[in-house]
């Protein structure tokens, strides 16, 4: 037992001499020359290749001056590179108990590209169906030879183009877009990356699209005069639209009052039959609808007429005429005699009309008009024919 722990220990001390050594010094990222996008965070990191306890890590910068010591960890961070901050870093390792002879080196050279913000340039107004032409610009090129500019529309890439770069030359991209309503709220994106490295630009704009405004128009109630009417307009459209109600070629009557929102209320009066419009107006255009409004009324003031010439006598024709005052124009009119008397049977009746062509004694009677308005409201009237002195 006591044996092999002895070999154990043994083998321990060899190992920790061995590993001691640091055997060769990794750079992250990767490569002898690495680019990176000015303006941007970065950072180096440095490993080695051992299983050192506690390795020692520098940074230098080669440069004429002093020694360039940066930072002694592990790590070299740039939180916005500078095209200044371009050149060779030099990453040194050694272990804690080991000598300076024994340190390893590794180089990487850092070389800085560089490109301006993408600018966008558009209408200001989107309207919807309608094509516009945006255009991404971006310039200030330092190591860039080509630019690959993305353009998405919320994550969609809607299309994707490669250009050179001439020394400090703008490079500019359109795109036609096509918007709809829907795509209110979504950013369209152009992204801009140099020789298809990962570091982008990318300038965002927040549609906003206008449309036109679409009326629906519709009205509460059957339309009979006293009743509490609502008639609404409703629109849609962006921005949103107003909204106004006009009563064509006549002006508004005081008793329907209008509200915001588009709705109008009041009690309707037989006088408010009329064509009325409501018109909903946006920066897009202006939509109008019209209504009729009918107002039904009756039968009122109804009463029997007679067109005879003459005064009533046997022989004469009578011709009895029922009149009422209501709208629309009676569903019916029922004729009767009373009492309890059917209507002579030469009595020839077509609607508001009675006829009776030789009027004779057994002729006589009182007449009834009995009006029947879509309501279901009725109206009657009576008319007394006789000759005079016979009843
Ligand atoms: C490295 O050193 C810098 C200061 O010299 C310090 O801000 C940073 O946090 C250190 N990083 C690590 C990983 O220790
Ligand atoms: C455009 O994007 C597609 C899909 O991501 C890719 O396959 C293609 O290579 C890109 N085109 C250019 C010119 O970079
Ligand atoms: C690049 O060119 C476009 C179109 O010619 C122009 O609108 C834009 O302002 C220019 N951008 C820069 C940064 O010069
Ligand atoms: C649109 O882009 C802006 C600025 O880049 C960003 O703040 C916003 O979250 C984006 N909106 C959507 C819906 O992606
Ligand atoms: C770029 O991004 C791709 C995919 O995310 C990754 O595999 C690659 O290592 C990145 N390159 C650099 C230089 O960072
Ligand atoms: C109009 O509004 C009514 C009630 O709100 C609805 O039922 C109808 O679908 C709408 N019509 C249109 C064309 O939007
Ligand atoms: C307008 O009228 C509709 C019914 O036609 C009603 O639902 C709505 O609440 C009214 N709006 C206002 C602001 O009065
Ligand atoms: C009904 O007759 C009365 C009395 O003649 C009159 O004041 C009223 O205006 C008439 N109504 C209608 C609807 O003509
Ligand atoms: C009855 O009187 C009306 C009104 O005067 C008239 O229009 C009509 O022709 C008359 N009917 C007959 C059959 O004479």
Same mark, same amino acid.
């Given at each position: 037992m006591l044996w092999i722990f002895y070999v154990f220990n043994e083998c321990m001390y060899c190992c920790f001499v061995v590993c001691s050594q640091i055997e060769e010094v990794a750079i992250s990222p990767p490569g002898s020359e690495v680019f990176v996008l000015a303006g941007s965070a970065f950072q180096f990191t440095c490993a080695c290749v051992s299983s050192c306890k506690t390795p020692q890590f520098r940074w230098t910068r080669a440069t004429t001056d002093s020694d360039g010591m940066l930072t002694k960890n592990s790590t070299l961070k740039f939180s916005s590179v500078r095209i200044e901050d371009a050149g060779r870093y030099t990453c040194d390792a050694k272990c804690d108990? *080991? *000598?300076?002879?024994e340190k390893k080196l590794k180089t990487v050279k850092m070389t800085v590209y560089a490109f301006s913000q993408p600018v966008l340039v558009m209408p200001s107004i989107w309207t919807e169906n309608v094509a516009c032409d945006v255009t991404c610009s971006v310039d200030a090129f330092d190591h860039v030879d080509r630019v690959h500019i993305s353009w998405y529309l919320g994550s969609d890439l809607l299309k994707n183009e490669t250009q050179q770069t001439l020394d400090a030359a703008n490079v500019s991209d359109t795109l036609t877009l096509t918007a709809l309503r829907d795509h209110t709220g979504k950013n369209l994106t152009c992204e801009v990356k140099a020789d298809m490295r990962n570091n982008s630009k990318q300038v965002s704009y927040c549609l906003d699209i206008h449309y036109a405004p679409k009326i629906n128009i519709s009205a509460s109630s059957s339309g009979m005069e006293e009743e509490e009417v609502v008639m609404s307009c409703r629109s849609n459209g962006h921005p949103t639209p107003t909204i106004e109600w006009e009563r064509k070629g006549e002006v508004w009557p005081k008793n329907l009052h209008r509200h915001a929102q588009g709705n109008v209320t009041g009690r309707l009066h037989r006088s408010n039959q009329g064509v009325y419009q409501c018109v909903a107006k946006n920066v897009v255009s202006e939509a109008k609808e019209e209504m009729k409004l009918e107002v039904q009324y009756g039968p009122e003031n109804t009463s029997i007429q007679s067109f005879s010439l003459q005064a009533i006598s046997f022989g004469v024709q009578l011709n009895l005429t029922c009149l009422s005052d209501m709208y629309p124009k009676a569903k019916q009119y029922i004729w009767t005699r009373i009492p309890d008397m059917a209507l002579p049977k030469e009595a020839v009746v077509t609607n508001s009309h009675l006829i009776i062509d030789n009027f004779q004694e057994h002729h006589q009677g009182i007449y009834e008009c009995r009006v029947i308005h879509h309501s279901g409201n009725t109206e009657r009237a009576f008319y007394t024919a006789s000759v005079q002195g016979t009843i």
């Open positions: 108990d *080991s *000598s300076e002879k």
